[in-house]
C-alpha cells in the first residue's frame, strides 16, 4: 500500500500513547509545531488496556491549557486507529493538515526562548 | 499530606505582570504527590508561561528548580547562590512552604501559586480527601477513627443534625454525612456505647482560636 500524507506532518513514535505526558505535548508546541496530533490504538484495544483511554483525558487537560495560554485548544487533538488502517491514518493526517492550515502558523513559532 | 488546587493561569499571570525574571520553585514533597506543585506541575506551569510569552512578545525569563522541602531552610537555602537573579519567586508549595522561602530571602517577593486547600489522602490516583483539620487535640478515639471536625460540615461534636438524609449531608448530595459515617464504623467495631457518650464542648483554644501554633521539642533542639 503505497498511501500519501501531507509531508508536514512529522511523525514521533513512542511505544503507546499513553506514554505521552502533558509536558511531552507542551514541548512540541515550545518547539514551534503549529499543531500535535496523537494517533493511539483504537479504544479497547490497547495493549496496555488503558493507554490510549488516559492519552485522551491529558489531550482533553493540554487542551484546556493551550486555550489558557491563547494558543488554542484546537491545535491539539486525539485520533484513534489501528495498525491496519493505513486509509485512516493519510486522512486524519489530511485532515488535521487541513484543520492547522486554517487556524493558521503557531503564534509562538521560533520564539520560545530555550 | 497537604493538598492544594494550582491558582488559574489568568491569576498567576497578574500577579507576575510587573516582573521580566521569575523563579519558579517547586516542591518534593506533599503537593508532588497530590499532582499541583512538584518537578512535573512546575514543568507544565514554565512551559504554559513561556508559550504565553511567546506569543505576546514578552519578555519573560523563567528558570524551573525543584528543592525537597520549602518548609525546611536547609532546602531553602540551596538556592541562596542564584535567587538574586531573579525578581521574582514563584511558589508552587503549600502556603507554609511560600512564607517560609520568603522569610529567607526577606529582599525577594514570593508569590504562591497555588491555593492550599486541606490535610488529606489520596482515595484514588487523581482523587484527594479532606480528613483532618489540625484541631489540636484529636477525639478520633471517640468517634470511631473518624473526624467530625473535618468530615462534617457543621463541625458537630454529637451529630448528625437534622440535614443528614440518606447517609448524605445537606450542604452537598455528594458529600457523606460524617456523623453517618461514625455511627456505621460504632457500630461494625461494636462500640455503639460509646455514641451514647456526650462529646463535651471542646476547648478550640489548641486550635486556630488559640492564635498561630508553635511545637518546641527540647531534647530534639541543637
Ligand atoms: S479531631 Fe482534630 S486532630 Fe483529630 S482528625 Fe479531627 S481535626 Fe484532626
Ligand atoms: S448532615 Fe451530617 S455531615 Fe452534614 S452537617 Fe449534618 S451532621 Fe454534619
Redesign the interface.
Known amino acids: 500500500m503505497r498511501l500519501h500524507y501531507p509531508t508536514n506532518v512529522k511523525i514521533a513514535k513512542i511505544p503507546c500513547t499513553g506514554r505521552v505526558d502533558n509536558l511531552l505535548i507542551l514541548k512540541a508546541f515550545e518547539s514551534g509545531v503549529d499543531g500535535v496530533y496523537l494517533a493511539g490504538c483504537l479504544e479497547g484495544e490497547c495493549h496496555f488496556l488503558e493507554g490510549n483511554l488516559r492519552a485522551r483525558k491529558r489531550v482533553e487537560y493540554v487542551k484546556s491549557l493551550l486555550d489558557e495560554v491563547g494558543l488554542g485548544g484546537a491545535r491539539l487533538e486525539m485520533y484513534n486507529m489501528s495498525s491496519a488502517q493505513g486509509q485512516r491514518f493519510a486522512e486524519v493526517a489530511r485532515e488535521m493538515t487541513e484543520k492547522i492550515r486554517a487556524l493558521g502558523p503557531s503564534p509562538v513559532r521560533k520564539k520560545v526562548k530555550g | 499530606m497537604i493538598v492544594g488546587n494550582r491558582k488559574?493561569?489568568?491569576e498567576i499571570l497578574e500577579m507576575i505582570k510587573p516582573y521580566r525574571r521569575v523563579l519558579l520553585l517547586g516542591c518534593n514533597e506533599c503537593v508532588t504527590v497530590c499532582a499541583v506543585g512538584g518537578e512535573?506541575e512546575v514543568?507544565?506551569l514554565a512551559?504554559?508561561?513561556?508559550?504565553?510569552s511567546?506569543?505576546?512578545?514578552q519578555e519573560l525569563?523563567i528558570r524551573e528548580h525543584t528543592i525537597e522541602r520549602q518548609c525546611d531552610h536547609e532546602y531553602i537555602d540551596q538556592i541562596r547562590s542564584f535567587v538574586d537573579e531573579y525578581e521574582v519567586i514563584l511558589s508552587m508549595a503549600c502556603g507554609a512552604g511560600v512564607q517560609y522561602v520568603a522569610e529567607q530571602y526577606r529582599t525577594r517577593i514570593v508569590l504562591p501559586a497555588i491555593n492550599t486547600t486541606f490535610l488529606g489522602v489520596t482515595l484514588e490516583q487523581g482523587v484527594w480527601s479532606e480528613r483532618c483539620q489540625g484541631c489540636g487535640t484529636c477525639i478520633l478515639d471517640k468517634t470511631g477513627g473518624i473526624c467530625p471536625i473535618a468530615r462534617c460540615a457543621k463541625s458537630l461534636l454529637n451529630g448528625p443534625c437534622g440535614g443528614a438524609s440518606n447517609g448524605k449531608c445537606e450542604v452537598d448530595k455528594e458529600t457523606d454525612c460524617g456523623w453517618q459515617l461514625i455511627v456505621d464504623r460504632l457500630k461494625e467495631l461494636g462500640q455503639l456505647d460509646q455514641y451514647e457518650e456526650i462529646i463535651p464542648i471542646k476547648d478550640w483554644s489548641t486550635s486556630r482560636d488559640g492564635g498561630p501554633r508553635k511545637r518546641v521539642r527540647e531534647d530534639s533542639r541543637l
Open positions: 488559574s493561569f489568568e512535573r514543568g507544565v512551559s504554559e508561561l513561556r508559550l504565553w511567546a506569543k505576546e512578545g525569563e
